[in-house]
């Protein structure tokens, strides 16, 4: 069963506007974290911002704010004031506890393209 | 302090020829993860190692691929004999406790290798 959802292919955004990208997830374990890397053309993951599973509060960096709904197991992304160096694939992922040794699972990612 | 260094960048092979990945983790790094990018998905874990034992390498196709971590420092990860389907951006990351303000077990990024298998 697919354990990160990503329900959109592909969105588009003006500058300077703000954008949300849809997360949810699917896990039994009580501890666990939630991150969004950016990957860019060149391919390189880039880490955004990471929420755990007991931090009450909504992670934010920078332009970067995390919706953390853990009733609803939704961890979604919202950029504000878009720029045109935000376009690329950005990836949801979750990291589970000790059983699963920690490694990223990944979703099927999001392009955003920021339109002038 | 230097990120997580991976050869080469680019590579292509013909079908049925093996290739081999390098990967130099950030030092002190006890934890190194291979991960598989077909365009278009996201990374699928391939192996996992803490120091040079294997901790997780249910995903790995082990007909065809072979990874090692001698020394529990850097890691090889080999194709052989490569399929089309292998056409993918290879992955390695690298973790390590005690974490900072972020999740402890936060994973650094290489550039990757992108494979073309014709």
């Known amino acids: 069963a697919q354990k990160i959802t990503q329900t959109q292919p592909g969105m588009f955004v003006q500058e300077k506007e703000a954008v949300t990208l849809d997360c949810t997830y699917d896990t039994s374990d009580q501890s666990y974290g939630l991150f969004w890397y950016k990957q860019p053309s060149s391919g390189e993951m880039i880490f955004l911002i990471y929420?755990?599973?007991?931090?009450?509060q909504n992670a934010t960096e920078g332009r970067y704010s995390l919706n953390f709904q853990k009733a609803r197991k939704s961890a979604n992304l919202v950029i504000s004031a878009s720029q045109l160096g935000d376009s690329a694939m950005y990836f949801c992922?979750?990291?589970?506890?000790?059983?699963?040794?920690?490694?990223?699972?990944f979703g099927k990612g999001t392009s955003l393209l920021v339109t002038p | 302090e230097a990120g997580v260094a991976q050869s080469p960048r680019y590579k292509i092979i013909e079908k049925r020829q093996s290739v081999a990945f390098w990967c130099n983790p950030i030092?002190?790094?006890?934890?190194l993860y291979w991960y598989q990018q077909i365009l278009g998905q996201g990374p699928k874990l391939l192996i996992q190692f803490q120091n040079n034992g294997v901790v997780d390498d249910s995903q790995l196709p082990k007909d065809r691929f072979s990874a090692e971590r001698l020394k529990g420092v850097d890691s090889t990860l080999k194709i052989q004999p490569a399929k089309l389907e292998d056409s993918a951006v290879y992955l390695c990351?690298?973790?390590?406790?005690?974490?900072?303000?972020?999740?402890?077990?936060?994973?650094?990024f290489g550039p990757g290798t992108r494979l073309t298998v014709t």
């Open positions: 992922a979750m990291r589970e506890g000790r059983d699963s040794g920690y490694a990223l699972n």
């Open positions: 990351a690298s973790s390590s406790r005690p974490g900072i303000n972020r999740d402890p077990y936060e994973q650094y």
């Open positions: 929420q755990g599973s007991y931090d009450e």
């Open positions: 030092s002190g790094h006890a934890t």
